[in-house]
């Protein structure tokens, strides 16, 4: 049984994405950017919980543990962007592009609560890079948001002037 990467192909508004390939049978399983989001929710919520036999034990205990930790909340979350964006050019609608970013806004939010709260307990374990890393993401998917927010905006304004265009008729 090999594992194979991710493989993007459109399946009904939704994404293929191969996880295992065997010979002569191949296992597809299709998400939705809703989809990856909860699976990275879980991901996060599961790791807030492996931490937390950590609270009360010495630095030198926890540190390194939590720091990797850490680590993977920052893979997660540039894996999830990645997907995302890629649900968003993919998207056959303006709805469902603003949909994905406001997902992705989400994840940067809940991602940004945990690490403060990892911060808070584990203070010498999240460094300020991974804070930045995670702003810049949100700030990315923010300015997505906004963006096709007024494109979405404009597209339901006649904004065309009559006359501008000759008459197709």
Not at 135 to 144: G, L, Q
């Amino acid at each position: 049984m090999a594992s194979r990467p991710f493989n993007f192909d459109t399946c009904q508004k939704k994404w293929q994405i191969c996880l295992i390939e065997n010979p002569g049978d191949r296992t597809m399983t299709c998400f939705t950017a809703e989809d990856i989001a909860k699976i990275n929710e879980e991901r996060i919520e599961a790791l807030e919980e492996s931490v937390a036999v950590y609270e009360g034990r010495e630095y030198w205990e926890y540190c390194t543990p939590v720091y990797n930790k850490v680590r993977e909340i920052d893979g997660m979350l540039a894996s999830c962007y990645s997907i995302l964006a890629r649900a968003a050019r993919d998207a056959e609608s303006s709805a469902e592009v603003e949909k994905t970013w406001e997902l992705m806004v989400g994840m940067c939010d809940m991602v940004l609560t945990t690490l403060n709260k990892l911060r808070e307990k584990f203070p010498n374990c999240v460094r300020d890079e991974v804070f930045d890393l995670a702003f810049e993401y949100r700030k990315a998917a923010s300015e997505r948001l906004a963006n096709i927010r007024e494109e979405i905006e404009c597209q339901s304004q006649n904004l065309i002037p009559k006359g501008l265009f000759p008459s197709l008729k």
